[in-house]
């Protein structure tokens, strides 16, 4: 039978109001499927921390900082019934109220210039935090039966670390089948499984100057699985550890915008492909001094400027020369080994609404909204380590010694097929404007990007896009209807909006491959080009009506593809029976 334990655990620390920050710690013991072999157990470890710090409340504490908050109020000045201009109030020669006004007005001095550089240390206005941590492990060939909460209290197995989610080792399974814990069955064929999800984000929110908002966005995500073979192979062998195998994905926010807006054209070669090819040599150059086992150079004479065991399509050469020239980095400098350990790099998203606080654009718009946006991840959707890796592997960089004999290069202590990178302006530029005549009007520019290096054949495939969008917008007050309704012209109760939006497309998708003379071949791409009026009038709280057209034109740009065109057009009534 199952004896499943599940322990929950929940601390939450706040200091006063300015920082909140729980940590949930669960654990879980199970028993599953006795059997001649033992008994597989499993235990489970689950890691919340949620985090807030809110500096504005940070910085009102203190008097200073609180007059160069972008939220601090502007004194209100008090004003005389009967007198022009709002002038302030005077109280008579002697009066002491007039005395103690005026010496605090003394003590408190204007905000001048240097708000602009107090104000640039105070921008930090809120910084929040969510990590999560899953951990799981499957132990088969267990020989004890757990009693009561999962505990074999006469073997004091599994032991309390176990049951409260210790996540155990190389070690601890050496040292329990030692023990006699773990069936010493040669025919024990069950895997060792370990399994990790790691997830963080973090925001924080910036305030320059007031209605200025930037916010920075981190994110990553990363899995790791272990599973092996833990048993003895023969009746005359001791315990080993058999076929292991680590396999995963990771995630992370990434800025590749220095390569974003250089130029990519078919039958063109790219500026940044062509670095990507050159940068080889210089990582192979690289690898090969930290690599003790690198002797000499590679082993075809035509390519004299890469090391041994680093050739022009090694793993190993090539994910840091795609990161450099994609990101826009100097190859001499970036790091040699894989992106799973870096800190994510900030993406970011900027609103301004502050243009209408200006005179003169007060008179003419009630709303003015600018934005812009970033978003950028670097993903490798799956790896997983190489059974015949020998040498030694580190978090960052491994040392191969070992040389496949049909490529030349070192084997790898990942396997790693493809990496990816996608990157979105969402938008580059947005505008969004209310004027005062209840005109609306939007204006977007958008564009997005997507990598995706395979290192099975070598071909990158390039993906672009770019959208522009202007939209208006009105609403029709007392609106006179175009007919007669018994010989007399009616006017409607309730407003008409009328929104139109006009929009164009442009993408392509190219793929390249190294070590081809070959410029970039278009595989995919169109234009398009949509037109969509919208006229909406709602007659009461249950009854509503929408007038529609949308035409839309798709124009390939490769040859084995057509141009489509699409229209679409009617009335919608809607009806509600509800309240």
């Keep these: 039978r199952d004896l499943p334990l599940s322990i929950r655990r929940q601390r939450q620390m706040c200091i006063r109001d300015r920082t909140t920050a729980p940590l949930v710690l669960d654990s879980a013991t199970n028993r599953i499927a006795p059997s001649k072999l033992g008994n597989t157990i499993s235990n489970t470890q689950n890691i919340a921390l949620n ?26 000045r008090k004003k005389v019934p009967g007198k022009k201009g709002g002038d302030e109030e005077e109280g008579e020669p002697g009066d002491k109220t007039t005395d103690t006004k005026k010496a605090t007005t003394a003590k408190t001095k204007p905000i001048g210039m240097e708000a602009y550089l107090i104000r640039i240390p105070l921008m930090l206005k809120r910084v929040s935090l969510n990590y999560t941590e899953n951990h799981n492990t499957i132990l088969p060939g267990y020989l ?8 074999d209290f006469s073997q004091a197995a599994p032991g309390w670390g176990f049951i409260f989610g210790y996540q155990p080792d190389s070690s601890w ?15 024990l064929n069950y895997m060792f499984v370990q399994n990790t999800n790691k997830n963080a984000t973090m925001r ?18 990363n899995s790791d699985n272990i599973s092996e073979y833990f048993k003895r192979p023969s009746s005359n062998s001791g315990f080993e550890h058999l076929s292991r195998m680590e396999f995963g994905t990771f995630t992370t926010s990434y800025i590749p915008i220095k390569t974003s807006f250089i130029p990519l054209e078919p039958n063109a070669f790219s500026e940044t492909f062509v670095q990507f090819a050159q940068y080889r040599e210089t990582i192979s150059q690289r690898l090969g001094d930290a690599n003790p086992n690198s002797i000499g150079d590679f082993i075809n004479d035509s390519l004299p400027n890469y090391r041994m065991g680093y050739g022009p399509f090694s793993t190993d050469v090539l994910i840091p020369s795609f990161l450099a020239a994609y990101g826009g980095k100097d190859p001499n400098t970036i790091g040699l080994g894989l992106p799973i350990n870096q800190f994510p790099l900030p993406n970011w998203r900027v609103t301004y609404n502050g243009l209408t606080k200006i005179a003169w654009a007060k008179k003419i718009w009630s709303a003015v909204n600018i934005s812009h946006a970033y978003n950028s991840t670097l993903s490798i959707a799956t790896f997983s380590s190489s059974l015949d890796f020998v040498g030694a592997s580190g978090d960052e960089v491994s040392f191969p010694s070992k040389i496949d004999s049909l490529s030349g290069n070192f084997i790898s202590y990942y396997d790693i097929p493809a990496i990816s990178i996608t990157e979105q302006f969402a938008p580059l530029i947005g505008i969004d404007m209310t004027w005062k005549n209840s005109l609306t009007t939007k204006f977007e520019y958008k564009r997005s990007r997507n990598l995706s290096m395979s290192f099975l054949d070598y071909q990158l495939t390039e993906s672009r896009s770019q959208e522009i969008t202007a939209g208006i917008g009105y609403k029709f007050r007392n609106a006179t209807l175009p007919f007669k309704v018994n010989g007399k012209k009616q006017r409607l109760k309730n407003d008409i909006t009328f929104l139109m939006s006009v929009s164009y497309g442009n993408g392509i998708t190219l793929s390249q491959k190294l070590n081809q003379l070959t410029p970039a071949q278009a595989t995919a791409g169109m234009e398009t080009l949509s037109f969509s009026p919208t006229f909406d009038y709602v007659v009461n709280n249950r009854l509503s009506i929408r007038l529609f057209f949308d035409k839309r034109y798709t124009i390939p740009k490769i040859s084995n593809s057509y141009p489509i065109r699409y229209t679409n057009g009617g009335v919608t009534i809607r009806f509600t029976l509800g309240q």
């Design 144 to 151: 004890f039966k757990p009693k009561f909460m999962g505990q």
């Design 204 to 221: 924080a929110t910036l305030e320059p100057f007031k209605d200025l908002l930037i916010d920075l966005n981190f994110s990553r995500t």
């Design 173 to 187: 399974l050496n040292s329990k089948a030692q023990d006699g814990w773990i069936s010493s069955d040669t025919t």
């Design 51 to 76: 985090g807030e710090l809110n500096f504005r409340n940070l910085y009102n504490k203190s008097k200073t900082l609180k007059r160069y908050d972008t939220n601090a109020a502007i004194p209100a």
